[in-house]
Structure formats: structure tokens, C-alpha cells
């Protein structure tokens, strides 16, 4: 199973490993780290290594973070780029974190990375669309 690496900053990861755990039960082959306030570049390299080697030496690994060019992004490309079947994706929300941690098996992390781009598009909508798409259901449903 593809491992997945939740990291960003403050108590971002926490938060979503617990919203996901509430959700989805605790899962296999996830790891989330936390970059608070006081932490430090090098210290996220430690642990994000760290992570890396907890998990299935065998299995692809993604590296979700929450910010494109923040530190948790850039340490966590700086380690995917370290090896083939390893992945970056970033702007990570609840919706993305949920789907993809049912999808993932059999995924490779090339597959992920496109199912998660997918999801994520799919996912970021709001109200005013979500009502125009079902009245555009329901305006189909009644024709002849």
C-alpha cells in the first residue's frame, strides 16, 4: 500500500489526521508531522526522514503538504526527488486527504498524483455552483 506523508504548518497535519481518524479510523502506512512556529528546516528533514523510513521500504511514498513553496513543500520535494516513486502534492484539504486515503491501494504514486489533481479540482466548488448543478440535473430529468 502507497505511503503517505501529511505534513504542514502549525498543527496543520495533526488536525487532519485526527478530522481523518474520526472519519476513516486510523489507517496504515500515514504519517503526519506538524511544522510549528519553533521548528526549524533542519529539524523538518529529520522527521520527515524519519517518516520515510517508518514506512514500507517497498511501496511508492506521497508527501502531502498544505502550501506551494512553503518550507514543509520544499523539504518534503527536496526528499521526493531523492528517489523514483516518491511524489509532492500540495494544497492539501479534508476532502483530497479522505478520497485519496481510500483510493490509494494499487496506486502508484505517479496514479495518485493524478487521481489526487482530479479530486482536488473536483473539489473546491461552492454553493451558488453546487445549486446551478442541480438545477441543471433536474432540468435534464424532465425533458420528453
Given amino acids: 500500500m502507497l505511503g503517505i506523508i501529511l505534513c504542514g504548518h502549525g498543527g496543520f497535519a495533526s488536525?487532519?489526521?485526527?478530522?481523518?481518524?474520526?472519519?476513516?479510523?486510523?489507517?496504515?502506512?500515514?504519517?503526519?508531522?506538524?511544522?510549528?512556529?519553533?521548528?526549524?528546516t533542519a529539524l523538518l528533514t529529520s522527521q520527515l526522514s524519519e517518516a520515510i523510513n517508518a514506512l514500507d521500504p517497498e511501496q511508492d511514498i506521497v508527501f502531502l503538504t498544505d502550501l506551494?513553496?512553503?518550507?514543509?513543500?520544499?523539504?518534503?520535494?527536496?526528499?521526493?526527488?531523492?528517489?523514483p516513486g516518491r511524489e509532492v502534492i500540495t494544497g492539501t484539504n479534508l476532502q483530497l486527504l479522505l478520497e485519496m486515503v481510500l483510493e490509494r491501494d494499487g496506486l502508484s504514486s505517479e496514479a495518485f498524483r493524478l487521481q489526487a489533481l482530479e479530486c482536488g479540482h473536483r473539489g473546491l466548488t461552492s454553493l451558488v455552483d453546487e445549486m446551478g448543478r442541480c438545477r441543471e440535473e433536474k432540468a435534464v430529468e424532465e425533458g420528453i
Fill in 68 to 83: 506551494l513553496g512553503g518550507t514543509p513543500f520544499r523539504v518534503a520535494s527536496t526528499l521526493a526527488m531523492q528517489k
Fill in 15 to 40: 488536525g487532519m489526521e485526527q478530522a481523518m481518524e474520526q472519519i476513516l479510523g486510523e489507517q496504515p502506512q500515514f504519517v503526519a508531522i506538524d511544522f510549528p512556529q519553533a521548528s526549524t
